[in-house]
């Protein structure tokens, strides 16, 4: 089985866990097997191996979340980066012509794009399996999956399908409703859509030709910033005359708000959190070092991160959005290819973080006009090269850099420093690149 | 007028504000004419200032609190330190011995004793001057304030007056009733025992003489750790015959617990911290560099400090105790007599510190066994001895120091450094200071 995750952009409706660099798929919250926490995306790309160990998997993302999925599945899964967001259409479009042009993959065979995000059981899988079996069948140009709906949801768009059966042709799509349109809907069998379907890869490419026009995977590539952002569903989906949808019933939630998250949590606590026993249907999601206490609370989630501290009545966590837009926080905490960073202080001329290397990988070789900078190794061993000049490096090592002085460090074994940086402008921006000799 | 403030010893009631080495009345929350935070100490010393600007002010306090004294006072105020905790009478002896023997304060003046953190307003002070008046005046041996009750209140001893007049001899102490007690306490016109009194020097030092037995201060001082826990009131007041009560009705509150300290917060929000509309009666105290929002919430209390985060129901809050004697947290924040100390990360085998010391103020020269130790300083300059070479530092300047080496700063500014600790057995015991030549 082929399958395209598609990888959201960032968004902040669960903050302070997500924000703007770091998306709600990459934040370790499920419990897992082995007792540690896993990511939505981990959880989907473990569940996704277990159901087809042999399944195919490309995630098609933003440059921005390559340091993350690297760092959360490894290096051996497949991206299709767009090198900018241009809505669904382009994305798939890319990716489909990734998976021919660069992976090799017949036009012949079927892909079933998913979003990376739903929280569902095994058997979505299963039947998302089955969804590529119907797009190879060919009765369709494209297979869409129908998730049964359990309420008149005004938050998704609905499919009628011609008929009851498992797979039926479908008859129209329909906008996310109003409440009582959406139980006329429900009265008429509708279905939602959880924007999953499938399709065989030629089918996409000479949609794809005809719309935007390309020679290969590059062409598309090179050009991609100067193509109309377009959503998959108008610009394909609602066109379509042979389109198939398959109902699907099993567990399926999707997880875009604190009040649905904490629903999908196995535990009431993740990190060091403490309630007492007057709290009800209070959840305690906390990243930071010290404890939370919760006393006397009732339907309120507590969410602690390096960026800040959420405390809200659970209902009502779903009008974040216009609140953290006027948060002006710098980032204090990043997933990088390499490992991460931690802003530990911040003063007006300095700003000191803590950087863990993950072992055997290195930050880019690079320089800084405006500020000096000093590494103080706390763990690990590896090896710094400054300005040319190698050297092995240990806990207790210090290393000193002015600015101008190209450097960086590579990881013997996981490898953590406290860096300090120095100066009256210190801004990401200030960061240049050289070749490592 | 003479005062002796007893400043309590350290309290969780108010977590994560307060703990083991940071007490209530430290903690700066009320909001200063100059639009700055002060704390219940620098509150009520001010005011005793604004009512009397020549009031003779000691602190009676444990040696662990000197620093903060100093820090938040200035230097200039009168302390009594107590060797170690015994309870009020032998406090009141040594502070009273302190007046007379060190201080040279007359046998025949008076002095007004009170706690360090009641939430009043100037009007308690003018009382107080009264209540020193009255003790001069020698019709008593000991004058009580007594707190006109609004409520009958479970939570403090009851003084019966004999009369109802403003000045009156005391018919008899009674101990914290229950609600039926006190409301017949309240019939009988009986007032709160606020811990407020005023005597002449020489009648408590005759007590104490005639109790513990001592030639002086200093005879008194270094014989306080074989003195027997006693309180002044058992001691003293309540087998005292020539004993008066004075009455006071003026703003009064005992700010021992999160619901009655937001209540006396002239602002719901102290700190970086956001609430939407749907918030009702919510109160929010921040130390931390990163914001807070609340969301849906109803009579709240939300603190955050670098030792933990508390969210509570306020009425559920007065029940913390011993929830955070369960947690055991590694002191993070600790203010001291030359500035202050904040953990910024903590590792198996590392502590990342940042150290703010104050103008012309240094560290103990001291050395550890089992550390090495890195700082890097971040703004401000000084000096840094290190086995006694002295060296001009200022920002970007980093001083590595192996175990064993003597070591401290002096700072010339105000100065702020990163302290990188290394070694596998980090401690605040490890720690032998030296003579600085």
Chains 1, 2 share one sequence.
């Not at 809505?87 to 017949?106: C, E, K, N």
């Not at 919760?294 to 960026?307: F, Q, R, Y």
């Not at 009008?319 to 490992?339: C, N, T």
Request: with cysteine; glycine share 8%; charged share 25%.
């Amino acid at each position: 089985m082929n399958i395209i995750l598609l990888s959201g952009g960032s968004g902040k409706r669960l903050w302070p866990l997500s924000n703007d660099i770091r998306s709600k798929q990459f934040i370790k919250i499920f419990k897992t097997e082995d007792g540690s926490y896993g990511s939505m995306v981990q959880r989907v790309y473990h569940q996704i191996r277990k159901v087809d160990p042999g399944a195919d998997v490309t995630i098609a993302t933003s440059k921005a979340q390559v340091s993350s999925i690297h760092n959360q599945l490894g290096e051996q899964v497949g991206i299709s980066v767009e090198p900018c967001r241009r809505d669904t259409f382009p994305a798939i479009a890319l990716a489909t012509a990734y998976l021919h042009y660069v992976r090799g993959i017949s036009a012949d065979e079927a892909v079933v794009v998913c979003p990376v995000d739903p929280y569902v059981d095994d058997s979505y899988f299963a039947a998302i399996k089955k969804l590529g079996q119907l797009a190879e069948e060919e009765q369709a140009n494209l297979v869409l999956m129908g998730i049964e709906p359990t309420y008149p949801s005004e938050k998704y768009g609905y499919i009628i399908p011609e008929s009851q059966s498992q797979v039926s042709f479908v008859s129209t799509f329909k906008e996310k409703p109003d409440l009582e349109t959406a139980k006329i809907y429900l009265r008429q069998g509708a279905l939602w859509n959880g924007g999953v379907f499938a399709y065989k890869l030629g089918y996409v490419l000479d949609k794809a030709r005809a719309l935007i026009g390309f020679t290969d995977y590059q062409d598309l590539f090179t050009r991609y910033d100067t193509l109309t952002k377009i959503s998959f569903d108008y610009a394909v989906a609602e066109k379509e005359p042979r389109i198939q949808v398959m109902r699907y019933k099993g567990q399926w939630k999707d997880l875009g708000t604190w009040n649905t998250l904490t629903e999908a949590m196995g535990e009431s606590i993740v990190g060091e959190a403490m309630m007492d026993d007057s709290c009800k249907n209070v959840h305690i999601v906390n990243e930071l070092g010290v404890p939370v206490l919760a006393m006397g609370l009732t339907d309120v989630v507590i969410s602690a991160s390096p960026e800040g501290i959420l405390v809200s009545d659970k209902e009502q966590s779903s009008y974040i959005k216009p609140l953290v837009d006027q948060i002006d926080q710098q980032i204090m905490f990043a997933e990088k290819s390499w490992g991460s960073f931690r802003v530990l202080d911040v003063e007006a001329e300095s700003l000191t973080i803590k950087v863990t290397l993950n072992k055997g990988h290195s930050m880019n070789y690079h320089s800084h006009r405006c500020r000096d900078e000093v590494w103080t190794v706390i763990s690990g061993h590896g090896q710094t090269v400054v300005d040319d000049v190698r050297q092995e490096v240990g806990p207790g090592d210090v290393i000193v850099m002015k600015a101008g002085c190209r450097h960086t460090v590579i990881a013997g074994t996981e490898l953590k420093l406290i860096e300090v940086q120095l100066g009256r402008e210190i801004s990401v921006h200030d960061k240049q690149k050289s070749e490592l000799l």
